[in-house]
Every structure is written in structure tokens, then in C-alpha cells.
């Protein structure tokens, strides 16, 4: 079956860095568009960067400059390197896959951003 996993979360001060990933099985993972979400608390769920089978990267304006996704299709993992992280960026992240009408999802790592 599918199964996406992330990992990479937990607590970091403002101004700090994580790295997630996502390592994906069950699917052809080359030719998946790859994306991380978010949620907030008492927020809707927002896109936060995704990534296409031919590697063009596409991110939400608050994050530009600060994150950056990547794909090893070799490992089937995508990566969301996350710099300059603000408390505003605390939130449950997820990974997930797309290809025509499948859709997947990974069930969550959490990031905390505080002092």
C-alpha cells in the first residue's frame, strides 16, 4: 500500500532550521508532483511548497526566500528545508503526492518555533 512518512520535526528557536522529509513507498514516485502543507491550530490547512515531476518549485509568498523543497527520486524522498523559522511557522506539517486522480498523504510531523 502507499505510505508516505516524515520526519524532521520538533522544537527550534526563532531564526533556526529544520530539514523534513518525506520518504514515499507504494508509488511511482518520479512521476508525482510532491508538496508540504501545513496546519495551524484552529487554522485551515495551506499549501506551503510543491514540487513537480520536472523539479519546478512553486511557494506560498511567507515562506519565499526562507524554504526550500527538493526531490532525490533515487531515495524517493522529498525534502523541505525550512531557515529563518519564525513562530508564525509552527504548525503540523505534511507531505503529500499527486498524480492524475491519486492523491496522498503523509500523517504529520509536528514543528515548533519558540523561545
Known amino acids: 500500500q502507499v505510505q508516505l512518512v516524515e520526519s524532521g520535526g520538533g522544537l527550534v528557536q526563532p531564526g533556526g532550521s529544520l530539514r523534513l522529509s518525506c520518504s514515499a513507498s507504494?508509488?511511482?514516485?518520479?512521476?508525482?508532483?510532491m508538496g508540504w502543507y501545513r496546519q495551524a491550530p484552529g487554522k485551515q490547512r495551506e499549501l506551503v511548497a510543491t514540487?513537480?515531476?520536472?523539479?519546478?518549485?512553486d511557494y506560498t509568498d511567507s515562506v519565499q526566500g526562507r524554504f526550500t523543497i527538493s526531490r532525490d527520486n533515487a531515495k524517493n524522498t522529498v525534502y523541505l528545508q525550512m531557515n529563518s523559522l519564525k513562530p508564525e511557522d509552527t504548525a503540523v506539517y505534511y507531505c503529500?503526492?499527486?498524480?492524475?486522480?491519486?492523491?496522498?498523504w503523509g500523517q504529520g510531523t509536528q514543528v515548533t518555533v519558540s523561545s
Open positions: 503529500n503526492a499527486k498524480f492524475k486522480i491519486f492523491d496522498y
Open positions: 514540487i513537480t515531476s520536472g523539479d519546478n518549485t
Open positions: 507504494g508509488i511511482v514516485f518520479s512521476i508525482y508532483a
